[in-house]
C-alpha cells in the first residue's frame, strides 16, 4: 500500500487522472519493484442534495376534524438528477402527528435534515423535521411561520411564529416570535404581534 498526498487545490469532479509509481520508489523495507506501475482513476461527482419539492397527489384531503387539507407529499431532488419522496401526508388523531397541505420547507444549516410546516389546528400549523439519511420524521413545535437562523449567537436554531395566548388579566391571543431549538424548546421569546417584514428582519440580527 502507499499514500499519495492530493494536489493542492483538491481533485476535480469527473477528470480522470494516472497515478504512476516508478519502479526506483522503495518499499519501507528498502525493496524496489521490478518495474513501474500505474493506474488511471476518474473522480466521481458527488452526489448532494439541490432542491426540495411540494408534490400533488390525486389522493382524497386529510381532514384535522375542522376543514379538509391538500394531500401532498415533499420531495428531494439530488445533483445527479434522481428525486426521492420523504413524507407522505397521513391522518392521525393528534394533530401534532396529522401531516397534510405541506408547506415552506427549508434546509437545516447542515442540509442533513429539512424542515416544514403541515397545516394543523385552526389557528395554527404544526413544525416538523424530517431526516434526508434516513426519511425520519418528527413534530418539532405548533408554529405559523419559521426561518432557520443562519448566522449569529442562535445559528442554526429555528425562528418561529407562534400563536399564543394572554393570561389574566389581558387575555386573548396574539402572534408571538421566539427562538426554539431542534427538539421544539423554546429558548427565547422575543415579543408578539410580529409582522412579515419585522419577521425576517429580526432573523438576520440575531
Known amino acids: 500500500s502507499i499514500y499519495v498526498i ?25 525493496k524496489s519493484m521490478k518495474k513501474a ?20 397527489t390525486n389522493l382524497p384531503p386529510i381532514s384535522n376534524g375542522f376543514y379538509d387539507a391538500e ?7 439530488y445533483s445527479d438528477g434522481q428525486e426521492k419522496l420523504l413524507v407522505s401526508s397521513r391522518e392521525d388523531n393528534d394533530l401534532r402527528y396529522n401531516i397534510a397541505g405541506i408547506y415552506n420547507p427549508e434546509f437545516s444549516l447542515d442540509r442533513k435534515s429539512i424542515y416544514f410546516l403541515s397545516q394543523a389546528w385552526v389557528v395554527s ?17 405548533d408554529g405559523n411561520d419559521f426561518e432557520v437562523i443562519k448566522d449569529g449567537k442562535y445559528k442554526g436554531k429555528l425562528l418561529v411564529i407562534k400563536h399564543k395566548y394572554r393570561g389574566y388579566p389581558m387575555y386573548g391571543s396574539y402572534e408571538g416570535v421566539c427562538v426554539v431549538d431542534e427538539y421544539g424548546n423554546e429558548i427565547l421569546s422575543l415579543g408578539e404581534e410580529f409582522d412579515k417584514d419585522s419577521f425576517y428582519k429580526l432573523k438576520n440580527e440575531l
Open 37 to 56: 506501475q500505474s493506474c488511471k482513476f476518474r473522480i466521481k461527482d458527488e452526489v448532494v442534495p439541490t432542491d426540495i419539492l411540494i408534490k400533488e
Open 71 to 77: 394531500n401532498n407529499e415533499l420531495w428531494l431532488r
Open 6 to 30: 492530493p494536489p493542492k487545490d483538491g481533485y476535480v469532479s469527473s477528470k480522470e487522472y494516472e497515478l504512476i509509481v516508478d519502479k526506483n520508489i522503495k518499499s519501507v523495507l528498502g
Open 125 to 141: 400549523s404544526s413544525l416538523h423535521k424530517v431526516d434526508i439519511e434516513t426519511g425520519q420524521e418528527k413534530f418539532i413545535c
